[in-house]
């Protein structure tokens, strides 16, 4: 489906950029005539402050900022008037200097987790894509900030390989398309690809002519797109091939490539979701979440200067809870990304509705508590796709506007955030806007009650990651395990368990490592705990485990109500209302899938008495 794009959070602004727009200065220039012409502002003078940088100053009727500074600086001001909150005097620059989106996009027009429709560039083995559709979502990185897009898949299937070759004319047409909008171009590599592309016998990181074949690799692209961001690698991990295959480590691999892009200033990317997919799930030693922290730890400081590490936000796979990943917090001398999911793969895959700034407001936090380790980028995988709305839900949106803001000012309220975009989005003002508001800064608590609460992860069916299977990860290869018996359930992951609670600096270790001081929500991803022990607040934790899954679908239904009450617009409403009820289906699932499990297993009624589709014999 490539239908004509939707309202998005930029309504005043949907209008075709000229093509001769060169420029971000120029385009800044046309935006904001667009802009003037709906909302009647003034329009400011433009003065163009190279030593700004990103960064942008709206003072006494003039924006200034250097050329990318003065795009944001524009769309800021447009924003703010259209979000009720003109600017008169503010500045403000970017907290990360890069603010990325990875797109997990196939050339044959499959997108890997994509829950948005197909790929908006490529189709059936090659590029293809609706320019004026591409400006569109281009404008919308743009206004929020964005200004990294690596746009194939880090499982690079062929012929995504070529993207550096026989399609780099194309790959440098797509890049030219988003230059006026800040937005640089990333290409994920495969780490064989001399091998598999080259016609070399080996990808060794530490041989000649895989030196000079990448050498020649980054000249050629640097020649036809001069301002390329880098290259993106996931490498030794879940069968992708990497420097373990001849016995090189990890800061070897990505130094390779690393050195091969630093004559033009580009960065390599090097993601660190690297742990044994093959386990024996009867190996209760092995603990999937401290694999990262064990190949990167003794690496910290080996890593060139462009080499980012990206490391997913928790130490499993974006679970809807996972405390924060210590590989975070244990390499000072590395530059470091943490890497989040806007495409919903476990979080209900835009069709139960997830906002995601309340997450990443603990996830900060939590970084803090651990000692507050300088990041230097922020990478998101996209849940952008070719269904009208772009993002599959419309609510969804919220989360790629709600990144944007994110990676700019980490310290954003996620409620400003959220309700700037509903009054952006749908112009809500009042109740109507408190009401959408509200029910997105929930969202996420209830998904995780009726899905996962306590830390519990992993109940989720394979391979789909999309409704109940509370064994489906028991007993597979992926070190997903929750270990549930007859008496008790979750991982001791302290040092009487697996030690994983020893890569985290001290502040994290004390408050996770007793049971007593864990947040409830964490409970169960590091301690194992009897059915009958009780919590904090007097309840046993098998009555916990049923009232949060009651509770999360009862406060899935009172969401339903206030949908169905919101004056939406169509298409939205209607879309809206559907994933509402898919939603309420896939909850009522979890509740009853998880508490029933938990029923037959432990034999324990509901003090409630509620019906628990458990069938006791007695
Ligand atoms: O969560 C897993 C996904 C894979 C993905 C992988 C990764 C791109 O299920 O689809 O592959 O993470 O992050 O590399």
């Known amino acids: 489906m490539n239908t004509a794009p939707r309202r998005h959070w930029l309504p005043f602004l949907n209008k075709e950029v000229p093509a001769d727009c060169a420029t971000p200065t120029e385009t800044a220039a046309f935006e904001l005539k667009t802009g003037c012409e709906s909302l009647r502002l003034r329009m400011p003078e433009l003065e163009l402050r190279s030593e700004l940088g990103e960064g942008w100053r709206i003072s006494g009727g003039t924006i200034s900022g250097g050329e990318t500074g003065l795009l944001y600086g524009v769309y800021a001001y447009l924003m703010a008037a259209a979000a009720g909150k003109p600017i008169a005097e503010a500045e403000s620059r970017p ?25 908006l560039w490529f189709r059936d083995g090659r590029f293809s894509y609706d320019p004026v559709r591409l400006r569109q979502v281009a404008r919308m990185l743009a206004s929020v900030g964005l200004n990294v897009l690596c746009i194939n898949n880090v499982n690079v299937h062929e012929p995504a390989q070529g993207l ?14 988003l230059r006026p909008f800040g937005v640089r171009l990333m290409l994920s590599v495969d780490f064989s690809q001399p091998m598999r592309h080259g016609g070399l016998p080996t990808a060794d990181p530490l041989n000649k002519e895989v030196q000079r074949w990448w050498r020649d690799t980054a000249d050629r692209v640097y020649a036809a797109i001069p301002d390329f961001a880098g290259l993106l690698v996931k490498a030794d991990s879940e069968h992708r091939p990497g420097p373990f295959t001849y016995g090189r480590n990890h800061a070897e691999g990505a130094n390779l490539l690393a050195r091969a892009l630093k004559p033009h200033g580009g960065v390599l990317v090097w993601r660190a979701f690297v742990y044994n997919c093959q386990q024996d799930w009867r190996d209760t030693k092995t603990d999937r979440p401290m694999a990262a ?84 980028a922020m990478a998101a995988v996209s849940n952008l796709g070719d269904e009208s709305c772009v993002t599959g839900h419309p609510f969804a949106a919220v989360n790629l506007f709600g990144f944007g803001r994110f990676a700019w000012d980490p310290a954003a309220e996620p409620e400003r955030v959220i309700a700037d975009w509903v009054r952006l989005t749908y112009g809500f003002e009042g109740e109507t806007q408190a009401a959408l508001t509200a029910l997105l800064m929930n969202s996420r608590a209830v998904y995780e009650k009726y899905t996962a609460p306590l830390g519990l992860n992993w109940m989720v069916t394979p391979n789909s990651h999309y409704g109940p299977n509370p064994s489906g990860y028991e007993y597979q290869s992926w070190g997903t395990y929750h270990r549930a018996t007859r008496e008790a359930v979750g991982i001791d992951r302290t040092d009487s368990g697996t030690g994983y609670l020893s890569q985290y600096p001290a502040a994290l270790r004390e408050k996770y490592g007793s049971a007593d001081t864990c947040p409830d929500s964490l409970l169960l991803f590091f301690h194992r705990r009897r059915y009958g022990w009780v919590m904090p607040d007097g309840r046993t934790l ?37 994933k509402m009820a898919l939603q309420l289906h896939n909850a009522r699932e979890w509740r009853d899938v998880i508490n029933s499990f938990f029923a037959r297993l432990s034999g324990c009624a509901d003090a409630q008495g509620r019906d628990l589709c458990a069938d006791f014999d007695d």
Request: hydrophobic letters at 35%; glycine letters at 6%; a negative charge.
């Open 95 to 119: 907290r990360y200097a890069l603010r990325m989106i990875n797109c997990w996009d196939n050339m044959d027009g499959s997108v890997e987790r994509g829950y948005s429709g197909r790929s």
């Open 164 to 177: 550096i070759d026989e399609f780099l004319p194309d790959t440098a047409r797509l890049a030219a398309l």
């Open 293 to 376: 922290y064990e190949t990167y730890h003794p690496l910290d400081g080996q890593f060139d200067g462009n080499v980012i590490l990206q490391v997913k936000n928790g130490p499993f796979d974006f679970q809807v809870r996972e405390p924060i990943s210590p590989t975070l917090l244990a390499m000072p001398r590395t530059n470091l990304a943490m890497e989040l999911q806007l495409a919903q793969e476990y979080t209900g895959q835009q069709t139960d509705i997830y906002a995601m700034n309340p997450m990443w407001k603990e996830l900060m936090e939590e970084l803090r508590e651990g000692g507050d380790p300088q990041l230097c």
């Open 542 to 578: 098998i009555q916990r485990i049923y009232d949060d899954h009651f509770e999360g679908y009862a406060e899935a239904e009172k969401m339903a109500e206030t949908l169905a009450a919101l004056p939406l617009p169509e298409p939205d409403r209607s879309e809206a209302l559907r």
